[in-house]
T-cell receptor
Framework: AQSVTQLDSHVSVSEGTPVLLRCNYSSSYSPSLFWYVQHPNKGLQLLLKYTSAATLVKGINGFEAEFKKSETSFHLTKPSAHMSDAAEYFCVVSDNLDKIIFGKGTRLHILP | EPEVTQTPSHQVTQMGQEVILRCVPI?????FYWYRQILGQKVEFLVSFYNNEISEKSEIFDDQFSVERPDGSNFTLKIRSTKLEDSAMYFCASRGPINDYEQYFGPGTRLTVT
């Protein structure tokens, strides 16, 4: 069975400082992993995806994530936070393409 | 850029009433999904649909729920007799060819059952 744990429900960082949103997963097979972002009153937008190619994945808006099989982690990072990054972020795991499992989400707050 | 659209954006209904939530997936996509997000909780998978039939469904997707692709463009979710606990944001998603891993999500329909 697959599952995903987002370790922090809220993260606050100052504008211009690094962002780290943590995600651990459990999967029976080689999973596909995704990060989605949800801005207030908006739909879900794909930030990046890992599908068994390079372990360091670059996404949109300067975000990237590293797949670490030994740690079963897929943490999302960004070197320098921007005010527009304030949103809810979801880590997602999939063993097969027909069913994806969302984490509970991490709300990112950006302090001026 | 093509996008998934959903109507209505907000639906208010009384308990026991039937509701139909509508989605227009991206036109050349083959796989379709419904998810829900109860306020303050995580996004939950409901059902996946391919080749005019359900390919997978969750425990949430009981006999009160049904999906349909009535005309080759719309993809609908019907709840036959709504309950208070059906109040949630419902997201539709679609996916392209078999090797395309990305699901494209619509903006959601907020369903409020009173």
């Amino acid at each position: 069975a697959q599952s995903v744990t987002q370790l922090d429900s809220h993260v606050s960082v100052s504008e211009g400082t690094p962002v780290l949103l943590r995600c651990n997963y459990s999967s029976s097979y080689s999973p596909s992993l995704f990060w989605y972002v949800q801005h207030p009153n908006k739909g879900l937008q794909l930030l990046l995806k890992y599908t068994s190619a390079a372990t360091l994945v670059k996404g949109i808006n300067g975000f990237e994530a590293e797949f670490k099989k030994s740690e079963t982690s897929f943490h999302l990072t960004k070197p320098s936070a921007h005010m527009s990054d304030a949103a809810e972020y979801f880590c997602v795991v999939s063993d097969n393409l027909d069913k994806i499992i969302f984490g509970k989400g991490t709300r990112l707050h950006i302090l001026p | 850029e093509p996008e998934v659209t959903q109507t209505p954006s907000h639906q208010v209904t009384q308990m026991g009433q039937e509701v139909i939530l509508r989605c227009v997936p991206i036109s050349n996509h083959l796989y379709f999904y419904w998810y829900r997000q109860i306020l303050g909780q995580k996004v939950e998978f409901l059902v996946s649909f391919y080749n005019n039939e359900i390919s997978e469904k969750s425990e949430i997707f009981d006999d009160q729920f049904s999906v349909e692709r009535p005309d080759g463009s719309n993809f609908t979710l019907k709840i036959r007799s709504t309950k208070l606990e059906d109040s949630a944001m419902y997201f539709c998603a679609s996916r392209g060819p078999i090797n395309d891993y990305e699901q494209y999500f619509g903006p959601g329909t907020r369903l409020t059952v009173t």
